[in-house]
């Protein structure tokens, strides 16, 4: 999609957000390079704070290349919000019931007609102690497989100085100014995944790639090296329910 089609509604949006990004943040931006010209294709990115959205959005609008969003689709009954999702063209995503399926097939007809469909891959904000890339589910790497479009890993950082995930005091930290740190990666290579049944196996096996990715993306960006495990929450939840069982039978 070029710059000339990303339409009123999204320009609209870059109007609102724009000048108080500018305001805030600085900017340290890289891998531009790596957003493919035309055709579509697939970002995944890491989560970290509930800003960091426009941080990544501001970037890619920059590129011409606008991503379509998967958002909680209670956000589309939102006074002026979902207006404006609903505007952008960004894909509802209705979680425990059965229209989810209908998220990941719109992902998938976006993809097919020339469009960026952005992914956060960890499926909420992460709960890493450090605040680096979870495990990832699976739908990136089902989309990725299907399509057989390109899937650029972004790592950003900055937006968590601002507003760190899950902060219940200091829950705002503008100044002094934060740097909304971006980049982009070269394409991760799925190849080996063509053609194969997708499994649960397989599947797990191409979000690893595409985690691995965005994770040494991150190590870049913080001059600093991740776990050799990312945390897993479902781990740590079964782990937490069995402490609870434990304590419960004393």
Same mark, same amino acid.
């Not at 035309?38 to 890491?46: K, L, P, V």
């Not at 989560?47 to 920059?62: A, E, I, P, R, T």
């Not at 070269?186 to 997708?198: A, H, I, M, Q, S």
């Not at 960006?221 to 781990?235: C, F, N, T, V």
């Given at each position: 999609?070029? *710059? ?63 991503? *379509? ?10 006074? !002026?919000?979902?207006?404006?999702? *609903? ?13 989810? +399926? ?51 890993? +972004? ?26 740190? +971006?980049?982009? !990666? ?32 991150? &190590?870049?960006?913080?001059? &600093? ?16 329910? *069995? ?8």
């Amino acid at each position: 999609m070029s *710059r000339r089609r990303i339409g009123f509604w999204y320009r609209l949006a870059a109007v609102i957000a724009k000048p108080p990004l500018l305001l805030l943040f600085k900017r340290d931006w890289r891998g531009m390079e790596h957003i493919p010209a035309d055709g579509g294709f697939i970002t995944a990115i890491n989560h970290n704070s509930y800003l960091d959205m426009f941080s990544y959005g501001h970037f890619q609008y920059n590129t011409g290349r606008v991503p *379509r969003f998967l958002a909680k689709a209670a956000l589309f009954k939102a006074p !002026g919000v979902g207006l404006m999702l *609903r505007g952008t063209g960004q894909i509802p995503v209705y979680r425990e019931s059965s229209n989810a +399926v209908g998220a990941f097939r719109a992902a998938v007809a976006a993809v097919e007609r020339g469009e960026c469909v952005a992914f956060y891959p960890e499926g909420t904000l992460t709960r890493d102690p450090g605040t680096w890339p979870m495990t990832g589910k699976t739908g990136v790497a089902r989309a990725a497989l299907q399509t057989r479009a390109p899937v650029i890993p +972004v790592a950003q950082w900055g937006a968590n100085l601002a507003m760190p995930p899950y902060a219940k005091e200091h829950r705002f930290s503008f100044f002094p100014r934060k740097t909304l740190q +971006v980049q982009a !990666g070269p394409p991760v290579d799925l190849d080996r995944f063509y053609g194969k049944e997708p499994t649960p196996e397989v599947l797990r096996e191409a979000t690893e790639e595409i985690m691995a990715a965005i994770t040494v993306l991150l &190590e870049e960006i913080r001059g &600093e090296s991740a776990p050799a495990k990312p945390y897993d929450l479902r781990e740590a939840r079964a782990e937490q329910r *069995r402490k609870a069982a434990g304590e419960g039978a004393k």
